[in-house]
């Protein structure tokens, strides 16, 4: 239990300050994060060699990002990954959560799969890069797959590790109380391991928002890994650097919504 000699003394001389602290710290930390890309962009510049590089410095960065809001090419360019992501994410999610139920709860099965998901998750996902060209007819639906790939095994195992997790005596007095198996999954189960599903979710975002670059990096002309490309070859340096700052804020923004339903739905308390 929190007293009051265990807040910090500035807290308890100003305490509108103290409410603020997290957003003054974030925001000092974004400070010294462009003052270091600041200095690197200056060390850039002054180096004959890599003068070339020089639109890469905060300032041409933020200039192009800028033209690139207000003309639509961020949301054009954004649109295609975020469908790619979402239906990649949504495929994994579909899979990963009822298998890691199943491999949670029946025994059996978790000492059947454990050595073959165990190989298949510590495969890379782009290793699987050749074999999804040849087995899909679209180059969407090839990324889509190495997305799904990338994705499946965070839910999975996270699923599977809430649901052993789970007190034997709440299904015990679901059982005496006649609750059938859909009752008992939609009521006892489900709620129990929400937060672990969204918590694997929000891996296995992370992990498909980097795999998503690379993936793009085939046969489509569309998205943010197409954008980087088309950058790059084009010598568009001020360009590529403003879609990576795209990305990072779009994975940023991904990731915060996953931890508010984390929140939202975590029905624990902590001190």
């Known amino acids: 239990m929190t007293t009051t000699s265990d807040i910090p003394r500035s807290a308890r001389a100003f ?4 409410r603020y602290r997290g957003v003054v710290n974030g925001a000092f930390g974004m400070a010294l994060l462009i003052f270091l890309w600041w200095l690197g962009g200056r060390a850039v510049a002054g180096n004959p060699n890599m003068y070339a590089f020089s639109s890469f410095a905060p300032g041409p960065t933020l200039t192009r990002l800028w033209t690139m809001i207000t003309s639509g090419e961020i949301f054009e360019m954004a649109g295609p990954s975020l469908y790619r992501v979402g239906l990649g994410m949504g495929i994994a999610a579909v899979v990963g959560v009822p298998m890691g139920i199943l491999v949670g709860r029946v025994q059996q099965v978790r000492e059947i799969t454990n050595i073959p998901f165990q190989f298949l998750r510590m495969i890379s996902p782009l290793s699987w890069m050749p074999i999804a060209v040849m087995a899909f007819a679209t180059w969407d639906a090839a990324i889509i797959f190495l997305i799904m790939v990338a994705a499946i095994w965070p839910i999975l195992f996270a699923t599977a590790a809430g649901v052993r997790r789970i007190d034997p005596a709440w299904i015990k007095v679901a059982r005496n109380l006649g609750a059938s198996r859909t009752h008992m999954l939609t009521t006892v189960i489900l709620p129990a391991v929400a937060t672990d599903i969204l918590t694997g979710i929000r891996l296995a975002l992370g992990v498909a928002w980097v795999v998503l670059v690379p993936a793009e990096y085939l046969g489509v002309t569309s ?3 197409y ?12 360009r590529l650097s403003a879609t ?3 990305i990072g804020v779009i994975g940023f923004g991904l990731d915060t919504l996953c931890q508010k339903a984390i929140s939202r739905l975590n029905w624990t308390k902590t001190s």
């Open 223 to 225: 998205g943010l890994g």
């Open 15 to 18: 305490p509108s300050l103290a």
């Open 227 to 238: 954008a980087i490309n088309d950058a790059r070859d084009t010598l568009e340096y001020d």
């Open 244 to 246: 990576v700052v795209v």
